[in-house]
């Protein structure tokens, strides 16, 4: 049975930095949609950044120019480094991974077969 890891979540003031981790062993390679998810208090779970099908990255707005994703395919584990926090960015991450399937459309958390058990992040203003 494949299990989805997530680490490296806290508490952090804004503008500061974190990077989470998921280990994904067996699906950092696999043609599927890969990446990492989030849901705030009292909102939906919502995309933050993807590898995409041919291995492309993918971000939310709200997000790009502050997380970059990476993965360590032999090491099958699953990065994104995040810098200047924000209060807005307080969530919980999920890794997620076999996305992007019929629909291929890389956001919808109802794409993917695989999730993480998921890991907080707060960022304090």
């Known amino acids: 049975q494949v299990h989805m890891v997530e680490s490296g979540g806290g508490s952090v003031q804004a503008g500061g930095s974190l990077r989470l981790s998921c280990s994904a062993s067996?699906?950092?390679?696999?043609?599927?949609?890969i990446g990492w998810f989030r849901q705030g208090p009292g909102k939906e779970r919502e995309g933050v950044a993807v590898f995409d099908t041919v291995g492309l990255t993918r971000y939310a707005d709200a997000v790009k120019g502050r997380f970059t994703i990476s993965k360590d395919n032999a090491k099958e584990v699953v990065y994104l480094q995040m810098n200047s926090l924000k209060p807005e960015d307080t969530a919980i991450y999920y890794c997620a991974a076999e996305g992007c399937g019929a629909r291929g459309v890389w956001d919808d958390p109802g794409e993917y077969k695989v999730w993480g058990q998921g890991t907080q992040v707060t960022v304090s203003s």
């Open positions: 067996g699906y950092t390679d696999s043609g599927y949609c």
